[in-house]
């Protein structure tokens, strides 16, 4: 069995995580997916979406028992005028659907959304840390 490492570029790398399960290709080979940051803070998981143009009821955010967070959303194509004559596109269009797996120290169901200037962030906080339980063992003489 091989494990690939993850190799950090910077602390933006886009280099493959194992760990994160994203299931979509987020880069501009995927013609509708958008970029996301993902960090990891002491607090929590955070999580910053680029949806320009999208409002908030266009978007949807799910979580699962499975620890899976889906970013999901549509970009509607502008409508067009029979005289208009198109000289370039660029942007994207269509449905997108985003999926990242997390780690077993989190409040799935304690989690936050905003939206503010096409940015949407996500936030799900971590559980506290279990402090290990210690006993005092007595020492017995023999």
Known sequence: MSIMPIVSCGPRSSVFDPFSLDFTVPSSLSTSSPLIDRKETSEGHVFKADLPGLKEEEVKVEVDDE??????????????????????????????????????????????????????????PKEGAKKPDVKVLEILNT
């Open 67 to 124: 620890r899976v967070i889906q970013i999901s959303g549509e970009r509607n194509v502008e409508k067009e005028d029979k005289n208009d004559k198109w000289l370039r596109v660029e942007r994207s269009s269509g449905k997108f659907v985003r999926r990242f797996r997390l780690l077993e120290n989190v409040k799935m169901d304690q989690g936050k959304t905003s939206m503010d200037n096409g940015v949407l962030t996500v936030t799900i």
